[in-house]
């Protein structure tokens, strides 16, 4: 008896191969960059929120006392839930805000695309980041037991 043969999987008119074709990969990396910029403005809008209630409650002898220089805890919630959902790392006393950010850029651009795929996942259902036109495709979602996506429907 023969075995049936699968059903070829598409996604955004691309065969899902295991392993990844050179197709799958191309399309991952486009949207991974899409993904890196929409975290990143939304760490630089948190910031500039930060920043400006951080200079607004400055006492005349601290001014001109730089944002970055000031301890981590100064850092707003979603400055704070963005960094654990990038860097994976909890920061207290000790760490000012320019720790936190190299610490942040550098996690960013170095993650590889399946966990890029599964913290986007997760910072989209926080309300952190918004939905894309595109997900990756090719990877299971292990946070995301319901299968729901990121992407625009």
Excluded at 19 to 42: C, G
Excluded at 73 to 88: F, R
Excluded at 91 to 98: E, V
Excluded at 137 to 150: A, E, I, P, R
Aim: charged share 25%; aromatic share 12%.
């Amino acid at each position: 008896m023969t075995k049936a043969k699968k059903t070829p999987q598409f996604k955004y008119g691309i065969e899902i191969t295991k392993p990844h074709s050179k197709e799958m990969y191309d399309h991952n990396d486009v949207v991974a960059e899409v993904l890196k910029l929409n975290i990143q403005s939304a760490w630089d809008n948190a910031f500039k929120l930060a920043e400006v209630d951080f200079i607004s409650y400055l006492e005349e002898d601290q001014e001109g006392m730089l944002f970055t220089d000031s301890d981590w805890p100064n850092a707003n919630q979603v400055m704070q839930d963005l960094s654990k959902g990038i860097t994976v790392t909890g920061y207290g006393d000790g760490f000012t805000i320019q720790d936190v950010q190299d610490d942040f850029d550098r996690d960013l651009e170095c993650m590889e695309n399946w966990q890029l795929h599964e913290t986007y996942a997760e910072l989209f259902d926080d309300g952190l980041v918004p939905a894309v036109d595109a997900e990756m495709v090719g990877f299971t979602n292990n946070y995301n037991k319901d299968n729901t996506s990121y992407a625009k429907v």
